[in-house]
């Protein structure tokens, strides 16, 4: 029972954090684009979102995408990883993160056109 606690405690937070991370910034009364730092290695975006440019077009790889391939490749490649406590929490936390992400209406959307030049 308290392990179930523990995962919806870490289902909500996740989530909560996540529509906290996502939700745009207001200064002044203006919207600035989000909360965390720009990281970007010449045409490879890491925050705040997986961001690849081409010449013509941004593969974009959104939370909820990367956070299930995470959650998934951990209970595959662990077959008794949900025995730890900690890996309870993370797999909660991250679900909560892929329920937020799924939904924005563009969640299935990986192809933008150029976004950044």
């Known amino acids: 029972m308290q392990s179930l606690l523990l995962f919806a405690v870490a289902l909500l937070v996740g989530y909560y954090l996540s529509v906290y991370v996502s939700k745009p910034v207001k200064k002044n009364g203006r919207s600035l684009p ?12 890491i925050l705040p979102c997986v ?22 490749g951990a209970l595959l490649l662990y077959d008794n990883i949900m025995h ?16 937020q992400g799924l939904r924005y209406p563009d969640r299935f959307r990986f192809r933008h056109p150029r976004l950044h030049k």
Do not use: C, D, Q
């Not at 989000?34 to 975006?45: C, D, M, S, T, W």
């Open 34 to 45: 989000n909360r965390l730092p720009h990281v970007k290695f010449r045409n490879i975006e």
């Open 51 to 72: 961001r690849i440019h081409t010449k013509s077009k941004t593969i974009w790889f959104h939370h909820w995408f990367y956070l299930s391939v995470i959650v998934v």
């Open 84 to 99: 730890y406590t900690t890996a309870k929490a993370a797999a909660g936390a991250s679900i909560g993160g892929i329920i």
